[in-house]
């Protein structure tokens, strides 16, 4: 218990240097920026301003990525209810609901609930996230190499989760970042593998490889289409609702925080996920569920609640077993590691600081959201009318101004656009960079502890296996994974079936 | 902003036939996913995991003395790829006669609809920014990238000038600014550099 208010108020002490509050005060801004622009999405809007976190300290730096995503969450909702298109899919749900009301001339209380849902949704997961973290970190002192093997395993087990219709396809996007990770030197026995070139004998870097799979391959995929989003030039006023109204939805707020914290801590599920179970969950329970796709505030607060707290759900298994939750964690582990950190377990115990960093960019996110989240709004939905161009053509060149700042080659370059290029065909013929991304980070650790914990068990795999801690969290993966295929069979023969209806149309059509 | 005019005969000729077709209006299912190139990318697949195995052959076991070796990873990753490129091909040919013409639904991130689409323009865009890498050192951090967002930004069809010409040199200025001197990273300025040294600019 002690630990846990101590970390609490070692964050909030962070809150106090000047500096830092300056820092992330210009992370928020284009947090939001970056969530309101439809396209941009939470990955680009982190990535985006990796390069810049170079010049600071690893804490100012975790501080000012955490507040980036966490704001993210908050402006991907603006132009969704303001427009009809969400900034990201997190908002799709706000989207059909927010708009709706938009369009019975109610603007000001779709926006009024989701600052209340996302601000205190943020605010309480933020507890969930020190509650958790902290009893996490504390296992770490009973992990030895067989039981982080296990903690990997479960991290990977969670590709099965985001590999779409295609799981074979997931499958295979994630051979290919083990396979990324065999290049350079063998984590056990420092032999040379796949070493076709003087820089990669050390192994390829790790983010420019993530930042081309993950932003450079997504603006290629944008540079296909050309055009800017329409119907944002007319001039909208909305009042705030009244506190009686938005305290009304507190019920669905805490239930759609519940949900986004604790969904959120499942690695390989993330906001959008946990707004959807929200916003279901909300409906059922709702005593107007005629309203829901229709305009209901109630709708709004669960879905908005819930994407909000993932955020700090995500950063759950991040902070305390050293898997990435998503995307945007998986950015923050290559910050790390360019600071000279290795993200793991151990990370909070050795370096506690960075914790209570990532704490104080979760404060201060809310707060300067609960300050400045409303009149932002309108700033926000005018930031869509921005030309789409200039942000593609922008974001590329500060990419690769980024990655060329870790060391000064021009190799890295080249290396972020190949896999820019390789991460394009695989956004277009669905093999999920995530997947990609994921074992990319999780793989070189994965087979350290594999080989390093049969060199401690005399290679005897029962003695590896059977030992309780790792037992244990390999079979809690081994379900995850059953869960997650059984989920994602049954999703991909529905959507299977769908085609194969349309397909059935579209040839009776043409033949007709 | 102009319309793009540089799209892929083939491939959009089939989508703009199907979408002109008044009961086209109507499908709800879009066939954007050229499966020639989904059957490459299988075929690359397998062959990734053959290079994988053979490659791996030649790498030494390592000193210390674990059941799996630096050889392990490398064989399960060529295998699992090798079985997997060939399940995904052998779905793919099974399913190559359902609908006629080369494009089926999409699996990836679909473009968006009503918005005229171009391969011709993503690749150029990819061409560019290879060759501004490539010119950096020589040319430096302020010539090389002016010559990419100019090109870049033409090539996304902007033809008004401010955007074409000031957009680039603002960009490129203000970055240049930001990370040299308060961030303090040494960009570099090509044959420019000793006039920049002379100014005290750059070290």
């Known amino acids: ?512 | 902003m102009t319309e793009d005019v540089n799209t892929t005969k083939s491939d959009t000729d089939e989508e703009t036939k199907l979408e002109s077709e008044e009961d086209s209006r109507n499908f709800a299912i879009r066939l954007t996913l050229d499966k020639r190139i989904d059957l490459a990318i299988t075929v690359v697949i397998v062959l990734f995991g053959v290079f994988l195995i053979f490659e791996a052959r030649d790498i030494r076991a390592g000193l210390i003395p674990d059941p799996i070796t630096s050889r392990g990873m490398p064989y399960l990753t060529g295998i699992f790829c090798i079985i997997g490129g060939i399940i995904l091909g052998v779905m793919r040919l099974m399913s190559w006669s359902v609908l006629p013409g080369n494009l089926v639904p999409g699996e990836g991130h679909e473009d968006e609809e009503g918005h005229s689409v171009s391969w011709v323009r993503t690749f150029s865009i990819v061409a560019t920014t290879w060759i501004s890498v490539w010119l950096l050192k020589s040319l430096g951090y302020l010539l090389a990238t002016p010559f990419f967002m100019i090109v870049t930004v033409w090539l996304m069809g902007t033809r008004n000038w401010k955007k074409l010409i000031l957009f680039p040199v603002l960009y490129t200025l203000a970055t240049w600014f930001v990370f040299s001197q308060p961030l303090q990273f040494i960009l570099p300025l090509g044959f420019l550099t000793p006039f920049f040294r002379s100014l005290g600019l750059t070290p």
């Open chain 1, 1 to 512: 218990m002690d630990l846990f208010f101590t970390s609490i108020t070692e964050s909030l002490r962070m809150c106090l240097d000047p500096w830092l509050l300056f820092l992330i005060f210009l992370s928020v801004i284009w947090g939001n920026i970056g969530g309101a622009l439809p396209g941009v999405g939470a990955s680009l809007t982190v990535a985006v301003i990796l390069p810049f976190t170079y010049a600071m300290t690893a804490e100012q730096a975790i501080a000012c990525l955490v507040a980036a995503n966490c704001a993210c969450s908050y402006g991907n909702s603006i132009p969704a209810i303001l427009i009809g298109v969400p900034g990201t899919s997190s908002a799709v749900l706000t989207a059909v609901d927010g708009y709706a009301l938009h369009k019975q001339g109610k603007s000001g209380l779709a926006l009024g609930v989701q600052f209340y849902a996302a601000i205190l949704g943020q605010f309480l997961s933020n507890f969930f996230f020190f509650a958790t973290v902290v009893p996490l970190a504390q296992l770490t002192y009973i992990l030895l190499s067989p039981e982080m093997f296990a903690l990997y395993f479960l991290g990977i087990s969670a590709v099965i989760g985001i590999t779409g219709d295609n799981i074979v396809k997931g499958l295979m996007a994630a051979a290919f970042g083990f396979a990324i990770t065999m290049a350079g030197r063998d984590p056990v026995s420092a032999v040379t593998r796949y070493s076709y070139f003087i820089e990669i004998t050390r192994g390829l870097e790790v983010t420019p490889v993530i930042i081309g799979l993950l932003a450079v391959s997504e603006l290629f995929r944008q540079t296909r289409q050309s055009f800017n989003w329409g119907g944002a030039g007319q001039k909208i006023s909305a009042k705030f609702p009244p506190w009686k109204t938005l305290w009304g939805m507190t019920p669905k707020v805490l239930l759609g925080c519940g949900i986004g914290a604790v969904v959120g801590a499942i690695p390989g599920l993330g906001g959008a996920q946990a707004a959807f179970i929200s916003y279901t969950q909300a409906k059922m329970w709702s005593k107007h569920p005629e309203l829901f796709g229709h305009g209901s505030i109630e709708g709004i607060a669960a879905n908005e609640s819930a994407q909000n707290a993932s955020q700090a759900g995500e950063m759950v298994p991040t902070f305390g077993l050293g898997i990435p939750g998503s995307n945007t964690m998986v950015l923050l582990f290559a910050a790390l590691i360019m600071h000279g950190f290795y993200p793991g377990p151990m990370l909070i115990t050795q370096a506690p600081q960075l914790f209570y960093s990532a704490g104080a960019g979760l404060w201060a996110t809310t707060f300067m959201l609960a300050l400045m989240g409303w009149p932002l709004c309108m700033i926000l939905y005018k930031i869509v009318t921005l030309d789409r161009t200039a942000i593609i053509v922008g974001a590329l060149g500060l990419c690769m101004l980024g990655v060329w700042t870790i060391n000064g080659s021009t190799f890295d370059v080249f290396v972020m656009l190949f896999f820019g290029v390789i991460g394009y065909f695989m956004m277009r013929y669905g093999y999920p960079v995530a997947a990609a991304s994921i074992t990319i980070v999780l793989g070189r650790g994965f087979e350290a502890y594999l080989r390093r914990g049969l060199v401690i068990t005399d290679g005897s795999w029962w003695a590896f296996l059977s030992r309780p801690w790792t037992a244990l969290i390999l079979s809690i993966s081994i379900a995850l994974l059953i869960y997650g295929t059984i989920g994602t069979i049954r999703l991909a023969r529905k959507a299977a079936e769908i085609k194969k209806q349309r397909v059935a149309d579209h040839l009776t059509k043409i033949s007709g």
